[in-house]
């Protein structure tokens, strides 16, 4: 199993909007993410945007990829866009680059 760890950086005045968003992360966007080979996925955020996620998974592009393939990502991603500095035109989801393990304590 692989973990990925990548950073996004959320909007300063859409923080408490993005916040109320994920404690009601739709029920058909969290079997997604599970059937597609997201596990143990999370997400923490600093009081000033910066968005934290990790997650495990056997090979994360082709999760992001079965997550791209999804209808209910499209919606998701539609909505999320928003919420980002910096995306560049991409989804969040493709904004998603992990970051470089340097250590690990098992």
């Given at each position: 199993?692989?973990?990925?760890?990548?950073?996004?950086?959320?909007?300063?005045?859409?923080?408490?909007?993005?916040?109320?968003?994920?404690?009601?992360?739709?029920?058909?966007?969290?079997?997604?993410?599970?059937?597609?080979?997201?596990?143990?996925?999370?997400?923490?955020?600093?009081?000033?945007?910066?968005?934290?996620?990790?997650l495990e998974t056997?090979?994360?592009?082709?999760?992001?990829?079965?997550?791209a393939a999804t209808?209910?990502?499209?919606?998701?991603?539609?909505?999320?866009?928003?919420?980002?500095?910096?995306?560049?035109?991409?989804?969040?989801d493709e904004a998603?680059?992990?970051?470089?393990?340097?250590?690990?304590?098992?």
């Open positions: 199993m692989r973990r990925v760890c990548f950073l996004l950086k959320v909007r300063q005045d859409r923080i408490e909007e993005y916040l109320e968003r994920h404690e009601a992360v739709w029920p058909e966007m969290r079997a997604a993410l599970a059937e597609t080979g997201w596990h143990n996925y999370s997400l923490f955020l600093r009081e000033d945007g910066l968005l934290v996620g990790y056997e090979d994360f592009e082709a999760a992001q990829a079965a997550m209808e209910v990502n499209a919606r998701w991603q539609a909505e999320m866009a928003p919420f980002f500095e910096a995306l560049d035109g991409a989804r969040p998603m680059k992990p970051l470089t393990e340097v250590f690990h304590l098992a």
